[in-house]
């Protein structure tokens, strides 16, 4: 029983130190399109006109203000590619752990992969939280920046918490069923 629950614990930190690499990724992503715009933007000069005696500028796209509805999507977007990035390197742990388990595996070398795995699941939930954390202080950020209200994060934070909470319980009751099969054997 502890065996599996190590694996499990093993799995869930790999998924969650993945998650959060996927998640620095694109906010690197993220602030690379907006060096991009503001440099395009830079790169167009206003217009200068007279007019009755009067100097007109023409105002610049750089001085308008994002609407708060395209902020919104675009960290919703990236939250469900963080999520889903997330996912996939949860199921890319487990499958490394069920791929070293056999049937001749005996308890001293279960042992040791539980030890490995818990470690490696340990720090991939650290990574993922590192990764959501920053996404979610970016998002936090561009929203005051912009006068803003940041509800919007702290939906999208207690999402994932919820997500987060359900991912670990569900592979608890996976490894919780995988030792009592093998109890069985």
Do not use: C
């Not at 007109?56 to 963080?82: A, C, G, H, M, V």
């Amino acid at each position: 029983m502890r065996k599996l629950l190590l694996v499990i614990a093993i799995i869930m930190i790999y998924l969650v130190s993945n998650g959060i690499s996927w998640v620095e990724r694109s906010l690197n992503q993220l602030d690379k399109e907006e060096i991009e715009t503001t440099e395009e933007s830079e790169a167009q000069p206003t217009t200068n006109r007279w007019g009755d005696d009067i100097l007109y500028i023409e105002p610049s796209e750089e001085n308008q203000k994002p609407d708060e509805e395209q902020i919104i999507r675009k960290y919703e977007t990236t939250f469900e590619d963080l999520k889903e990035e997330t996912v996939n390197e949860i199921g890319e742990m487990k499958e490394e752990v069920l791929s070293e388990l056999d049937e001749d595996t005996n308890p001293l070398k279960m042992g040791a992969l539980v030890l490995k795995y818990e470690q490696k699941a340990t720090q991939l939930e650290e990574d993922i939280d590192q990764k959501f954390t920053e996404f979610f202080d970016s998002y936090k950020s561009e929203l005051n920046r912009h006068g803003y209200s940041t509800n919007s994060v702290s939906k999208l934070e207690r999402q994932y918490k919820r997500t987060k909470s359900q991912l670990k319980n569900e592979l608890v009751k996976e490894a919780n069923t995988w030792i009592e099969e093998q109890k069985n054997f």
